[in-house]
């Protein structure tokens, strides 16, 4: 089945605690995205990887990194999380030709730094 | 950068009723436009898009037009059900340059029984 796999579903953590998202599509994309989702805000790219050790900041970027090392994984990466990163995160996923294809998403991490 | 206006924020219907959502988008350079549907704890779903070369698209129950020259998409959503209930966003993207696609705020769609 076509799908993108985040882990883990719920964190709740603490400030200052480094943590990593994971996501991973099984569709052989090129191209893979984060959004983050906050209520009234709609979704905001943090990052996107058009592909393999190809990455570039969307429009939150601040206090996130990625890595693209395989064409499957895009982790997400807090190294030193604090309480305004407490959102809803979401991977994606395009085919070729992403900039004008549907994206694939993963179901979600709800993500609680207190 | 791009901006994407969405309105209602929030939209009730009776079920049978008609639905209309609309978004303007500011960069004219935008040539691709989907719409995505997230029910309550759930992943978005494309669920129709249209490009900038066509005027209208129809799956079902569910259509959307485009307005180039007035820089607005709609989505329309006919005998709604209330199984439609959910969160609707639109997003514009240019396929030539930035890979940041734009998303409205969103619509709550309550459809009642």
């Known amino acids: 089945e076509a799908q993108v796999t985040q882990n883990p579903r719920y964190l709740i953590t603490v400030t200052g605690k480094k943590l990593t998202v994971t996501c991973s599509q099984n569709?052989?994309?090129?191209?893979m995205s984060w959004y983050r989702q906050d209520p009234g805000l709609g979704l905001r790219q943090i990052y996107y990887?058009?592909?393999?050790?190809?990455?570039d900041k969307g429009d939150v970027p601040e206090g996130y990194k990625v890595s693209r090392k395989e064409k499957r994984n895009f982790p997400l990466i807090l190294e030193s999380p604090s309480p305004n990163q407490t959102s809803l995160y979401f991977c994606?996923?395009?085919?070729?030709?992403?900039?004008?294809?549907?994206?694939?998403f993963g179901d979600g991490t709800r993500l609680s730094i207190l | 950068g791009e901006n994407v206006e969405q309105h209602p924020s929030t939209l009730s219907v009776q079920e049978g009723d008609s639905a209309v959502i609309k978004c303007t988008y500011s960069?004219?350079?935008?040539?691709?436009f989907p719409w995505y549907k997230q029910e309550l704890g759930k992943r978005p779903q494309l669920i129709i898009d249209?490009?900038?070369?066509?005027g209208e698209k129809k799956d079902q129950r569910i259509a959307v037009t485009l307005n180039k020259t007035a820089k607005h998409f709609s989505l329309h959503i006919t005998e709604t059900q209330p199984e439609d209930s959910a969160v609707y966003f639109c997003?514009?993207?240019?396929?030539?340059?930035?890979?940041?696609?734009?998303f409205g705020r969103g619509t709550s769609l309550i459809v009642h029984p």
């Open positions: 249209i490009r900038s070369n066509v």
């Open positions: 569709m052989n994309h090129e191209y």
């Open positions: 994606a996923s395009s085919g070729q030709g992403f900039s004008n294809q549907p994206q694939h």
């Open positions: 990887s058009m592909n393999v050790e190809v990455t």
């Open positions: 960069d004219s350079a935008s040539n691709y």
């Open positions: 997003a514009a993207l240019y396929s030539g340059g930035s890979y940041i696609p734009t």
